[in-house]
């Protein structure tokens, strides 16, 4: 019974070292930790890659990639012992992004398109440019919020890095996808009566 509760919380832990990128390597920096906090960290990812393998749906592929990514930047920073690379994490995170969901247009069935038939399998032709459209947006998304990450990590200041990859970009998504949310029950709305 133990081991049934601790892996949700490991998955929840693992979960948010990705979120929490940016701000564990800013405090890692404020408080000199990054010697301690990266093999955490890289522990972590793979602990989070291996329970992505274990999952199935369009983003598995994603969270893998994203995974590995972390844990290569994580070693190479503990190896060369500079913190610059971990800088560069929310910009691969938004160019991997970026290729799965521009990747999919030139697909039968576009990455929202995909996520939507899991829950409404049976899509009108409506949603299926409706879904297109989505992702066609959530590609804009990734190319600016992408070149701002890169900005940062370039300009160094690592207070305007961790603002913008630790808190801004995650309440733009966060209103992206509540936005998308209400246009789409709106839709929804107008295509039943």
Excluded at 8 to 18: D, F, N, Q
Excluded at 24 to 36: I, K, S, T
Excluded at 55 to 69: C, F, T
């Amino acid at each position: 019974m133990r081991g049934s509760r601790s892996l949700p919380l490991m998955r929840l832990a693992t979960g948010a070292i990705v979120l929490a990128w940016p701000l564990l390597v800013f405090f890692g920096l404020a408080h000199n930790g990054l010697h301690w906090l990266l093999p955490v960290m890289a522990l972590l990812l793979m602990l989070r890659l291996f329970q992505v393998r274990k999952q199935a749906g369009p983003l598995r592929g994603v969270l893998q990639v994203v995974a590995l990514v972390g844990i290569a930047l994580c070693t190479a920073s503990a190896l060369l012992k500079t913190h610059q690379l971990l800088l560069f994490y929310p910009v691969v995170v938004n160019l991997v992004m970026l290729a799965v969901f521009g990747g999919s247009l030139w697909s039968a069935m576009p990455i929202v398109e995909r996520l939507a038939r899991l829950r409404e399998p049976d899509l009108p032709p409506t949603g299926v440019r409706y879904t297109r459209q989505v992702t066609r947006i959530w590609c804009l998304f990734f190319i600016v919020n992408g070149s701002i990450a890169l900005f940062t990590a370039l300009h160094g200041d690592m207070t305007l890095w961790t603002a913008w990859n630790g808190a801004i970009a995650y309440v733009l998504m966060g209103t992206l996808m509540a936005g998308e949310w209400l246009v789409r029950r709106r839709l929804m709305k107008r295509e039943q009566s």
